[in-house]
């Protein structure tokens, strides 16, 4: 019997995302959306693209500006044993809704004795590099990851972005889907054209908490999130160039946190560099480093970290270029190590 291939069908994140809550939305009754402007706009950034049309205002809920009203109202809603999806537009925003985030949606299934669940996906955008300034640009992955009792995701590609969303949905904890807006694949925001690849039709889910090499190598490992992967990405093609081969592992999950995937890629090339567009200090890029140290990998040189430097984000485009991760840094790192 001969088999039909499936026809390639690319997308962008942000129709990835659309799509898979629109597939989730279909078949459980009890998944809803809210945020603002996330209706008849379809979300500024594009993931609610079509849902209102479809749905309609009941479950496709457009919400004042009162972040902690409507995370509340979602964390009680899942806690009764409904599913709904929340956008907070920019994470910069966490800070005015944190106690519903971290003392409600992440606690509660543990206050409770594990009686009642919280199954609700919290998506927020991430990342700069548009001159949107510091209260719209930042990525606070660790911020998030830090916190026990919610699992924390951010993909890097629209295969990626689908799975993993119908996953979160199904989940019956809580998950921050954290999406980078310049991976969105909205023009006004720069498009990574890696990030546009194809997607199946059909509902999937891709594991949440598991890491995957996208680019085999022996010489060094990169590893990355979100952004951080198409900077090791292009790195990478640079260094081959030179004669050397990167591995790069893309996380996906940064809660869990897959160290088993980077601690078997490190023993293999024994070098390290993690690249992440949140703060250098504290952040995932020293949790990746100190996995790997603790599990006593030999290294042929100390590791090397490209993130944000701990400044408050610039609105001057040439400050803000000036401070974000590059392939040029990436490969800068590598050198360093080189001269070590």
Same mark, same amino acid.
């Given at each position: 019997?001969?088999?039909?291939?499936? *026809?390639?069908?690319?997308?962008?994140?942000?129709?990835? @995302?659309?799509?898979?809550?629109?597939?989730?939305?279909?078949?459980?009754?009890?998944?809803?959306?809210?945020?603002?402007?996330?209706?008849?706009?379809? %979300?500024?950034?594009?993931?609610?693209?079509?849902?209102?049309?479809?749905?309609?205002?009941?479950?496709?809920?457009?919400?004042?500006?009162?972040?902690?009203?409507?995370?509340?109202?979602?964390?009680?809603?899942?806690?009764?044993?409904? *599913?709904?999806? /929340?956008?907070?537009?920019?994470?910069?925003?966490?800070?005015?809704?944190?106690?519903?985030?971290?003392?409600?949606?992440?606690?509660?299934?543990?206050?409770?004795?594990?009686? /009642?669940?919280?199954?609700? /996906?919290?998506?927020?955008?991430?990342?700069?590099?548009?001159?949107?300034?510091?209260?719209?640009?930042?990525? #606070?992955?660790?911020?998030?990851?830090?916190?026990?009792?919610? *699992?924390?995701?951010?993909?890097?590609?629209?295969?990626?972005?689908?799975?993993?969303?119908?996953?979160?949905?199904?989940?019956?904890?809580?998950?921050?889907? @954290?999406?980078?807006?310049?991976?969105?694949?909205?023009?006004?925001?720069?498009?990574? *054209?890696?990030?546009?690849?194809?997607?199946?039709?059909?509902?999937?889910? #891709?594991?949440?908490?598991?890491?995957?090499?996208?680019?085999?190598?022996?010489?060094?490992?990169?590893?990355?999130?979100?952004?951080?992967?198409?900077?090791?990405?292009?790195?990478?093609?640079?260094?081959?160039?030179?004669?050397?081969?990167?591995?790069?592992?893309?996380?996906?999950?940064?809660?869990?946190?897959?160290?088993?995937?980077?601690?078997?890629?490190?023993?293999?090339?024994?070098?390290?560099?993690?690249?992440?567009?949140?703060?250098?200090?504290? %952040?995932?890029?020293?949790?990746?480093?100190?996995?790997?140290?603790?599990?006593? #990998?030999?290294?042929?040189?100390?590791?090397?970290?490209?993130?944000?430097?701990?400044?408050?984000?610039?609105?001057?485009?040439? @400050?803000?270029?000036?401070?974000?991760?590059?392939?040029?840094?990436?490969?800068?790192?590598?050198?360093?190590?080189?001269?070590?």
């Amino acid at each position: 019997m001969t088999q039909v291939k499936e *026809k390639e069908r690319k997308l962008t994140i942000a129709r990835a @995302m659309a799509e898979a809550i629109a597939q989730e939305m279909r078949t459980d009754d009890k998944v809803f959306v809210m945020g603002e402007d996330i209706g008849e706009l379809g %979300g500024v950034f594009g993931n609610t693209r079509g849902l209102h049309e479809e749905f309609g205002s009941e479950r496709v809920r457009d919400t004042p500006i009162s972040e902690t009203a409507f995370i509340g109202a979602a964390v009680g809603a899942a806690s009764d044993g409904m *599913k709904p999806v /929340v956008e907070l537009m920019f994470v910069d925003f966490f800070g005015v809704c944190f106690d519903a985030i971290y003392n409600m949606m992440a606690k509660n299934t543990y206050f409770s004795g594990g009686n /009642v669940t919280v199954p609700m /996906v919290l998506m927020t955008s991430t990342g700069g590099g548009y001159s949107d300034g510091g209260q719209h640009s930042q990525c #606070v992955h660790a911020t998030f990851a830090h916190l026990p009792g919610m *699992k924390v995701v951010a993909p890097s590609n629209a295969y990626d972005a689908k799975g993993m969303m119908i996953a979160a949905i199904r989940d019956p904890n809580p998950v921050v889907f @954290m999406f980078h807006k310049a991976l969105q694949g909205m023009g006004w925001l720069g498009t990574e *054209k890696e990030a546009i690849v194809h997607v199946p039709e059909a509902a999937y889910e #891709v594991e949440l908490g598991k890491a995957v090499v996208t680019r085999p190598g022996t010489d060094v490992t990169i590893v990355g999130i979100t952004s951080g992967v198409h900077f090791g990405l292009k790195a990478a093609r640079i260094l081959e160039e030179q004669g050397v081969s990167a591995e790069v592992v893309d996380l996906r999950s940064l809660a869990p946190l897959d160290r088993d995937t980077v601690i078997e890629s490190v023993k293999k090339t024994g070098r390290l560099i993690v690249v992440d567009e949140d703060y250098h200090s504290y %952040g995932m890029t020293a949790e990746i480093i100190a996995s790997v140290v603790e599990a006593g #990998v030999p290294l042929k040189a100390a590791p090397q970290r490209v993130a944000y430097p701990d400044i408050p984000i610039p609105f001057a485009r040439p @400050m803000e270029q000036w401070a974000l991760p590059s392939p040029e840094k990436i490969i800068a790192a590598f050198n360093k190590m080189k001269e070590d």
